[in-house]
Each structure stands twice: as C-alpha cells, then as structure tokens.
C-alpha cells in the first residue's frame, strides 16, 4: 500500500513537470571559536588638569530679591576705643511683608578688635519692627584702628496674602576704625 501512495504523489510530480525535492543540504558545521582578543591593557587614568579653586562668593553688605531688601549700614565715624553702631534693615518689596509671627534673629560674628555688645539680636531687639519695615542697631566697640569685617547671618520671612517666605541671608561690613 505504501508503493502506491508513492507512485501516485511520483505520478503527480511528474504530470506537473517539477522535479522531486532534493533532500535539502545539510548544514555546515559552525566555525570554531576564534580565541578570544586579548582585553586590552588598563591604562591609568590620566590626571584631570588642576582647575583653579573657585573663589568663595564674596560677601556683601546687601541682598535685594523682587520680595525684599535686606543692608547693614554703617553709622558714621568709627573711632578705636569709643562705642559704635551700625543697623541691619529689611525692607519688603511689592506687596510683601514682614511676618510678625516669624522668629527673626540676627547672629553676629566679629574678628579680634571689634568687642559686641551682644553676639544675638532678636526682635525685642529691633529699633524698629513693622510690616513694612525691621531696623536692628548693631551696637559695637572697636579696639584698634584698622579694617575690620563684621559679619550678620539674618533669619526672616516675608510674605504675601498667598505665600510665605522664610530665608537666611550672610552680609557682611568693612568696619574702618580711626
């Protein structure tokens, strides 16, 4: 039975002029693995060029923001041995204000020669505190002659209807003593 099923599919091959299918060739065997490159050699890294340090900002006796101003101002003539004073001010811009529940605080630092009278100023402090204005007089006494730098770290918040602003701020003032 199985010759005829084979001479029928061969009679049919035939009658339509094809050739029977060849046995398709075997595949070739994969190439061996070529040995493996060797890794290339770690090479040390080369030093980055030396970039010059970037100077620290340099401090100022101000900082202005669309919401407010903030100086320390100095208050005439500084003479060695007699008491001095400057003022810390902020004023807010546009329709801010100063918020009256905020904790507001001035820390103090001076270098030898200048002799504070109090190294923290908080707001019963203030010379002035309003919404529209905070004023501190920094009251000092120089020891020497010479230019001294004062610095104020001021904590403060200014807010609108909608928002509120906290921020802290580093100023500082050359003090020139007679």
Not at 160 to 165: A, H
């Amino acid at each position: 039975m199985r010759f005829a099923i084979l001479s029928t599919l061969l009679g049919l091959v035939v009658a339509c002029g094809s050739k029977p299918a060849e046995p398709a060739p075997a595949p070739a065997p994969a190439p061996a693995p070529a040995e493996p490159a060797p890794a290339p050699e770690a090479k040390p890294a080369a030093p980055e060029p030396s970039k010059p340090a970037e100077p620290a900002a340099a401090l100022t006796d101000k900082a202005e923001d669309p919401s407010f101003a903030l100086a320390l101002t100095p208050s005439g003539d500084y003479d060695a041995g007699k008491l001095a004073s400057f003022a810390v001010s902020l004023v807010p811009r546009g329709e801010y204000k100063i918020n009256q529940e905020y904790p507001m605080s001035i820390e103090l630092t001076a270098p030898e020669g200048i002799a504070l009278a109090k190294p923290r100023l908080d707001r019963p402090d203030a010379a002035e505190f309003s919404e529209k204005k905070a004023r501190f007089d920094v009251p000092f006494t120089p020891s020497s002659a010479g230019e001294h730098t004062v610095q104020a770290k001021v904590k403060f918040a200014v807010c609108t209807p909608e928002t509120c602003v906290p921020d802290e701020r580093t100023l500082a003032l050359a003090v020139a003593v007679k």
